[in-house]
């Protein structure tokens, strides 16, 4: 029963939250939008600018463990 009234609460307050959205505030809401869009961008530019310094430096450890493994299979066999 009480998950039953959760989701239906939960529903109520969706819907509430979206005709406030719409009819009450809607201007409000476009400023609010369109002012998280920004630091949405400058972020989101962040974590990429991030995980493509992360990615290089993978692929350099990657490339100088396997020459380092190349060289230690030539060793071996002489």
Same mark, same amino acid.
């Given at each position: 029963?009480?998950? &039953?009234l959760?989701?239906?609460?939960?529903?109520?307050a969706?819907?509430?939250? *979206?005709?406030? &959205?719409?009819? *009450?505030?809607?201007?409000?809401?476009?400023?609010?939008?369109?002012?998280?869009?920004?630091? *949405?961008?400058f972020?989101?530019?962040i974590?990429?600018?991030? &995980?493509?310094? =992360? =990615?290089?430096k993978?692929a &350099?450890? +990657?490339?100088?463990?396997?020459?380092? +493994?190349e060289?230690? *299979?030539?060793?071996?066999?002489?």
């Open positions: 029963m009480g998950k &039953a959760a989701i239906l609460l939960g529903l109520i969706m819907a509430g939250g *979206v005709y406030l &959205a719409i009819f *009450v505030w809607r201007q409000e809401f476009i400023d609010l939008v369109f002012g998280f869009i920004p630091p *949405v961008l972020l989101g530019g974590i990429a600018f991030i &995980a493509g310094i =992360s =990615s290089i993978d &350099a450890r +990657t490339k100088k463990i396997e020459q380092e +493994t060289e230690e *299979v030539e060793e071996e066999k002489e």
